[in-house]
């Protein structure tokens, strides 16, 4: 995962965590908590980036205490209105939660898995004191499962929502060849700003409930409604030759975020699917809103599995 003899001795994403399991292995960047590499045989099912890169386009990042956007970075709170800072410049919204720009902490460091931790301090339009927790882990089947952890330090509840960003593909197949699958019956619609302002049942391009090639798709779109397989939301990627890999979801995700760009670094496409508790401007509209009481945690998991 280096650029060649220029590589710093140090990544732009901090300390590396390596994990390894008869066939699988994965690399965590400290940054952000990022998820940077997860290989089957040898095979990479999500978007990577050089050592002397951060993650580009939020590329594998943990989003706490909100996944996507606060709308103008505003909401409130007992009457009193609050300000977050402005993290999208571009569409005047805070985005993505507070940790982006933090390094997480090891906790626990083993062969196969790492638990990492990250503090959330009261400050700007978020007067909490949180700790969010991180557990990645490679299966015996070869599978990773993501466990997101947040824990209230506060003296007065505080509102939250988990999500994640990981990109996935599948090798060298290019990604644009590959079958999304997301078995949704509603997306929300939003304004100029990518703020919810409604819903509406899947239709037409939207409708990804029977599979649609990705490249066909300019998607920048949260679901819901989603179906439970297995107990689980699965979203799945599909190859022409039948191979998959699929991002699955405990019943905490309620939501799924698609984003596929043409922007991302070295790939002609590339897709998202972003597990989340929560839409947009949950703050605002309540809607997916959880709140952590003094002292109490919420935990919910999510994960990537192939059939290769």
């Known amino acids: 995962m280096t650029t060649g003899n220029n590589a710093p001795a140090v990544p732009a994403t901090g300390e590396q965590f390596r994990l390894e399991r008869g066939r699988a292995s994965a690399v965590v960047g400290s940054l952000g908590g990022a998820l940077r590499s997860f290989t089957v045989d040898g095979i990479q099912l999500v978007e990577t980036y050089p050592d002397d890169a951060i993650p580009p386009s939020a590329a594998g990042i943990l989003l706490a205490p909100w996944p996507n956007r606060v ?8 009457g009193r209105e609050q300000q977050l800072d402005i993290t999208d410049p571009a569409r005047g919204n805070a985005i993505h939660g507070l940790l982006r720009n933090t390094g997480y902490a090891p906790v626990e460091v083993s062969g196969d898995a790492v638990r990492l931790s990250a503090a959330i301090y009261p400050q700007h339009g978020y007067p909490f004191h949180l700790v969010h927790e991180v557990l990645y882990r490679i299966a015996e089947d070869g599978g990773l499962s993501v466990r997101q952890s947040l824990t209230s330090l506060s003296a007065v509840r505080a509102p939250f929502a988990l999500g994640a960003h990981p990109f996935l593909r ?48 300019a998607l920048d779109t949260a679901y819901t409604d989603l179906t439970q397989r297995g107990g ?77």
Not at 270 to 297: C, D, I, K, Q
Request: hydrophobic share 40%.
């Open 71 to 78: 709308a103008g970075g505003r909401w409130t709170l007992d």
């Open 170 to 217: 599948l090798g060298e197949v290019p990604t644009e060849d590959l079958i999304l699958q997301v078995d949704a019956g509603t997306r929300l619609t939003t304004d100029a700003s990518m703020i919810p302002d409604g819903q509406e049942p899947v239709t037409g391009d939207w409708d990804l409930r029977s599979g649609r090639r990705v490249g066909s798709l």
């Open 232 to 308: 689980k939301y699965r979203h799945v990627l599909t190859a022409p030759d039948g191979r998959s890999v699929q991002l699955w979801a405990g019943p905490s995700y309620g939501y799924v975020h698609v984003f596929v760009t043409d922007q991302f670094p070295g790939r002609s496409c590339a897709v998202a699917l972003e597990p989340m508790t929560a839409p947009a401007n949950a703050f605002n509209s309540g809607e997916g809103l959880r709140w952590l009481e003094p002292g109490s945690a919420f935990s919910a998991e999510w994960g990537i599995q192939a059939a290769l």
